[in-house]
């Protein structure tokens, strides 16, 4: 099902905007303002994400491919990052590399910050 953002010609202050749906081909949301319009989109991507970061968790758990032949264990990631970054793992062990984090990668603080 796709959605359109269509602009509301004569809308009401910030609320000029409506979303349609070819699904039902009908108006779904109507004199929403921009933070709104932001909000349900990134609502509507979230859990998309979530549903595929799911589905892989559980293929990974049952021991299947969720990239199918470019699905790596922890060992051959673990070495590939090694041999790709030397300089970087140096100092480290292997078995520290499980240490690194999502939050030393992504700064998940502008995730959230949807009024931008």
Same mark, same amino acid.
């Given at each position: 099902m #796709? !959605?359109?953002?269509? *602009?509301?010609?004569? @809308?009401? @202050?910030?609320? &000029?905007?409506?979303?349609? #749906?070819t @699904?039902?081909?009908?108006?779904? @949301?109507?004199f929403v303002d921009? %933070?709104e319009?932001?909000r349900?989109? /990134?609502? !509507?991507?979230?859990?998309?994400?979530?549903? #595929?970061?799911? &589905?892989i968790?559980? %293929?990974?758990?049952a021991?299947e &491919?969720? +990239?199918h $032949?470019? =699905?790596? =264990?922890?060992?051959?990631a673990s $070495? *590939?990052?090694?041999? /790709?970054?030397?300089?970087?793992?140096?100092?480290?062990? &292997?078995?520290d590399?499980? +240490?690194l984090?999502?939050?030393?990668?992504?700064? =998940?603080e502008?995730?959230?910050?949807?009024?931008?």
């Open positions: #796709s !959605r359109q953002i269509i *602009r509301i010609p004569d @809308g009401q @202050g910030d609320y &000029k905007w409506a979303l349609w #749906s @699904g039902v081909d009908d108006f779904v @949301g109507y921009d %933070a319009l932001i349900y989109h /990134c609502a !509507r991507a979230y859990e998309a994400e979530r549903e #595929s970061v799911i &589905k968790i559980q %293929a990974l758990e021991d &491919k969720p +990239y $032949q470019f =699905t790596l =264990t922890w060992d051959e $070495q *590939r990052a090694y041999e /790709c970054h030397p300089e970087q793992y140096e100092v480290m062990h &292997k078995e590399i499980a +240490y984090h999502v939050e030393d990668v992504l700064n =998940t502008d995730l959230y910050d949807l009024d931008d």
